[in-house]
C-alpha cells in the first residue's frame, strides 16, 4: 500500500494502560516520532498479567462502588498457548535458560509473561514513558483535541490537552455473570473467576462451575483437587449432557443449569441434581470503558463496541481516538504490534484513513456479515475464522510481511488440544515440527543467537 502524500506529523499522544497492548503502544508511536504518555493505574508494567492475591470484596464485582482489583490471574494460571507465538515478532519470547528464576516451559505461568513484558519494556525504554499508580477518570473531545483527566495515588488529580489518546485499558476487569432462574433464593454463595486465585476456600465443597472454556477448565481442575465434587455447567453442551471427565472421580460436565432453589439445590438441564455450596463464574467479562465519554457515539451493547472500523478506530472521532486490543481469539501480543504500528502511522499521516461513511460502510457490512451467519452481538469482536485475513490485512496496511503460518498454526493447534485435552494439552503436543520453524526463523531474523536443542527436545 502506497503511503498517503501528506506532511509527517508528530503528536502528543495519551495512551491509556501500560499492559501488553500498552507497551507496544507506546514504543510504536515513539518510533513514529510522537511524544508519549502512558498512564498505568498499577505500579509497575504488566497489566492483566501482575497477579496479586488480593480479590474484590464482592465477590461478583457488581457493586459499582467497589475497590476493583485490576489482575484476574488465578494463582495456577499457566499461558493457553505456546510461548512461540504469543510473543511480539521482533522480541520473541523464548526461555531464558541462564536465569532459574524463569519458566522455560512452552506454556509458561503467569509470572513468566511478566518477565517477558517487563523485558520487553527494559529492552525498548518504556518505563520512562510510564505514569505509574495514575487512573484516568475522563477523556473526551476538546475541540479537535482530546482531554485527559487523571489521579493518581496521592489524590493529585491532573487534566491535559493530547492530540490523540490510544485505549488500551484491556478487557479482563468487569465481569459478565451468568443469568440463572432463582438465583436470588439460592442460600448458596458466588463468585465470579475475576476474583479466583487459589482452592483451598473450596476443600470438602460441593461447587458448581459455569463454563468450559478456558477459565472454566483450569479454575474446576484446580478446585477439583480440594473440593468433594465438582460440576461444570455449560451452554454450549447439549441439554443431555452428563459424563464424568476422564482423570478424575469427582468432576463431571453437564449441560447448563436450569434453577437454583430456596432448598440449596441446582438443578441441571439435564434433570440433574446437586446440594452446591458454591457457584463460580467463568463467564468473561464486559468491555468497560467508564472514563470515556463520547457523548454516546461510542457504545458497549451486548460486548460489541461500536462503531469501530477494523475494531480500531471510531469513524466519527478517528484518528484522535483508536483502541488496540479489542478482538479475542487471536494471536493477541502479535495483534497489538500490527495495530499499534497501524495507528502510529495514521497519527502521522503516513498512512490514510477512509472517509469517515466509508468506515461506516464498512462497520455495517461486518454487522450484516455477522447477522448473516447468525451470530450474536457478543461474538462481533471474535474474529475466529477470520483471523488471518484480519491480521494479514492490518500488515499489509503499514507495509508489514503477512503473519508467519506457523504462527498461525499454532493458534489453531492449541486451541484444538485445549478443547479435546484440557487436562494434557500443556504439556504434550504434537506439533514439534512448528516449534522448529518458529525458531528457524528467529534466527534466521537474528533474533536469537542458536537453536536451543534442549528446547525442541522438550515434549515428545
Not at 519470547?93 to 527494559?122: G, I
Not at 490523540?164 to 451468568?178: D, F, I, K, L, M
Request: contains cysteine; proline residues 6%.
Amino acid at each position: 500500500m502506497a503511503p498517503a502524500q501528506s506532511t509527517i506529523k508528530s503528536l502528543h499522544v495519551a495512551v491509556i494502560g501500560a499492559g501488553a497492548a500498552g507497551l507496544v503502544a507506546a514504543r510504536e508511536l515513539r518510533d513514529e516520532n510522537h511524544s508519549v504518555v502512558v498512564f498505568e493505574r498499577d505500579s509497575k508494567v504488566g497489566g492483566l498479567w501482575v497477579y496479586t492475591p488480593e480479590s474484590e470484596v464482592d465477590p461478583l464485582s457488581l457493586d459499582p462502588n467497589r475497590t476493583v482489583v485490576h489482575s484476574s490471574v488465578y494463582d495456577s494460571l499457566r499461558t493457553n498457548l505456546p510461548r512461540e507465538c504469543m510473543g511480539y515478532r521482533d522480541f520473541p519470547f523464548v526461555p531464558q535458560h541462564d536465569d532459574e528464576s524463569r519458566d522455560p516451559r512452552r506454556y509458561p505461568t503467569h509470572k513468566e509473561v511478566l518477565a517477558y513484558l517487563e523485558d520487553f519494556a527494559r529492552e525498548f525504554k518504556l518505563v520512562e514513558m510510564v505514569r505509574f499508580n495514575t487512573e484516568v477518570v475522563l477523556v473526551e473531545p476538546d475541540g479537535l483535541k482530546w482531554r485527559v483527566q487523571s489521579k493518581n495515588s496521592d489524590g493529585i488529580s491532573g487534566d491535559e490537552i493530547f492530540d490523540a489518546v490510544v485505549v488500551c485499558n484491556g478487557h479482563y476487569t468487569e465481569p459478565r455473570v451468568a443469568h440463572v432462574p432463582g438465583i436470588d433464593s439460592w442460600p448458596g454463595k458466588q463468585i465470579h473467576s475475576h476474583n479466583y486465585r487459589v482452592p483451598d476456600p473450596f476443600k470438602d465443597q460441593v461447587v458448581v462451575v459455569i463454563g468450559n472454556f478456558a477459565s472454566g477448565t483450569d479454575i474446576s481442575r484446580d478446585i477439583m483437587a480440594v473440593a468433594k465434587e465438582v460440576h461444570i455447567a455449560s451452554r454450549s453442551n447439549s441439554s443431555e449432557t452428563y459424563k464424568q471427565l476422564p482423570g478424575s472421580d469427582n468432576l463431571w460436565l453437564h449441560s447448563m443449569i436450569k434453577s437454583g432453589n430456596e432448598d440449596g439445590s441446582i438443578v441441571f438441564e439435564n434433570g440433574k441434581v446437586v446440594q452446591a455450596d458454591t457457584i463460580v463464574h467463568c463467564t468473561g467479562y464486559k468491555y468497560y470503558f467508564p472514563f470515556l465519554n463520547t457523548n454516546g457515539y461510542i457504545t458497549v451493547e451486548d460486548n460489541c463496541v461500536g462503531p469501530l472500523y477494523k475494531h480500531v478506530f471510531p469513524p466519527a472521532l478517528a484518528p484522535g481516538l483508536s483502541f488496540v486490543g479489542v478482538p479475542w481469539m487471536t494471536l493477541l501480543f502479535f495483534m497489538f504490534e500490527l495495530q499499534s504500528k497501524w495507528v502510529a502511522a495514521v497519527l502521522s499521516g503516513r498512512i490514510k484513513l477512509p472517509s469517515e461513511d466509508k468506515m461506516m460502510e464498512d462497520v455495517t457490512a461486518d454487522y450484516a456479515i455477522r447477522d448473516t451467519h447468525g451470530l450474536p452481538k457478543r461474538y462481533t469482536h471474535r474474529l475466529g475464522a477470520g483471523n488471518v485475513q484480519y491480521l494479514n490485512w492490518i500488515a499489509e496496511q503499514v507495509g508489514a510481511p503477512p503473519g508467519e503460518q506457523w504462527r498461525f498454526q499454532e493458534l489453531d493447534g492449541g486451541y484444538v488440544r485445549l478443547a479435546t485435552r484440557p487436562d494434557t494439552f500443556r504439556d504434550k503436543w504434537d506439533d514439534d515440527h512448528l516449534i522448529v520453524e518458529a525458531y528457524e526463523g528467529f534466527l534466521r531474523e537474528k533474533l536469537i543467537k542458536s537453536l536451543p536443542s534442549e528446547l525442541l527436545e522438550s515434549g515428545k
